[in-house]
């Protein structure tokens, strides 16, 4: 049983998203918050899998939300993000606090169901397009090289580079599969190698350290 606890300032999008997701016999949503600091407290109290969290939110808004709930826990809980719209300047932010991707709060019942599975197994929930969109739009002037840098990114080899451009390219692991001409679970295991010598929790930080690094610029393919 996936376990959600949702967070959002409007009865009426709480109540909403409660029957959509409790139609699912593996969704149970275990709590509700009305703010930021009302979600850390929940996600503390009841450990859910998934957090379902509005950015916009009174006295907490679910970015502070985010960075706290993550930091206090054992990684268990994921943070799924919702906005009202896609060009949200606070999506960025949220990626960066760990957040496992965004959702829009017209999103269809299906993909909302989707979302919330594909995030509590440990993957990230943006479509690659759309990774590639929201960090072109929100990281025009991406970081020079610097302190910042991940310790490890020195030690990736060369075919671990290529593959981690290629994620920030918004390619899924078949389609850079083809391109390498190496097979699929050849690059599970590259992507798997990146995420632990960085430190990543999911393909939209390895998106984000790539723009961050300048391995990858807005703009290109």
Request: aromatic share 4%; charged share 25%; glycine share 8%.
């Amino acid at each position: 049983m996936i376990t959600v606890l949702i967070a959002d300032d409007q009865a009426l999008v709480r109540d909403g998203f409660r029957s959509l997701l409790e139609r699912e016999d593996d969704l149970e949503v275990v709590g509700e918050a009305t703010d930021g600091f009302e979600a850390v407290a929940e996600a503390e109290r009841l450990s859910p899998d998934v957090v379902l969290m509005d950015i916009r939110m009174p006295r907490m808004d679910g970015v502070q939300a985010t960075r706290r709930i993550l930091a206090a826990g054992s990684g268990a809980t994921k943070v799924l993000m919702l906005t009202t719209f896609d060009g949200d300047s606070h999506v960025y932010d949220a990626m960066r606090a760990g957040a496992a991707g965004f959702l829009l709060k017209d999103v269809h019942r299906q993909d909302l169901v989707n979302a919330v599975r594909v995030v509590a197994a440990g993957d990230a929930l943006l479509a690659p397009s759309l990774t590639r969109r929201l960090i072109e739009q929100f990281c025009q002037q991406p970081p020079p090289l610097g302190p910042g840098i991940p310790d490890g990114l020195a030690d990736l080899t060369e075919r671990e580079v290529t593959v981690l451009a290629c994620i920030a390219g918004g390619r899924s692991n078949a389609e850079i599969a083809h391109e390498l001409f190496l097979s699929e679970s050849t690059i599970k295991s590259h992507v798997g190698h990146i995420f632990a010598k960085l430190n990543l929790r999911d393909r939209v930080q390895a998106v984000i350290v790539a723009y961050e690094v300048g391995l990858v610029r807005p703009g290109t393919s």
